[in-house]
Nanobody, 121 residues
Framework: QVQLVESGGGLVQSGASLRLSCTASGLTFSNYAMGWFRQADGKKREFVGVVGVSGEGKMYAGSGEGRFTISRDNAKNMVYLQMNAPKPEDTAVYYC??????????????WGQGIQVTVSS
């Protein structure tokens, strides 16, 4: 059974840093691109970024470009989302997902349950 479990969320002040982690099990982790998505209250889930299987190819949504960094550790079956200088508009439930490299939800086969990130001003 595939499981993706996010951790590291919570309340953070605007301008501080936060790192989300996602631990994967039940799949050959190094075969999957790993993406991050988020969903704010009342809004559709949106793409945040993705890292390719080797960790070198990366793509980000414009909203996080330059502030967010995705990395992965294939030895630990983990993917990370480093959020620098978060803003209140980054408040959302954040999801990690495993699948094909892409921006669209249909590219991903497996999803975590999500974790709340709240950025206070």
């Amino acid at each position: 059974q595939v499981q993706l479990v996010e951790s590291g969320g919570g309340l953070v002040q605007s301008g501080a840093s936060l790192r989300l982690s996602c631990t994967a099990s039940g799949l050959t982790f190094s075969n999957y691109a790993m993406g991050w998505f988020r969903q704010a209250d009342g809004k559709k889930r949106e793409f945040v970024g993705v890292v390719g299987v080797s960790g070198e190819g990366k793509m980000y949504a414009g909203s996080g470009e330059g502030r967010f960094t995705i990395s992965r550790d294939n030895a630990k079956n983990m993917v990370y989302l480093q959020m620098n200088a978060p803003k209140p508009e980054d408040t959302a439930v954040y999801y990690c997902a495993a699948g094909q490299f892409g921006r669209e939800e249909y590219s991903y086969d497996y999803w975590g349950q999500g974790i709340q990130v709240t950025v206070s001003s």
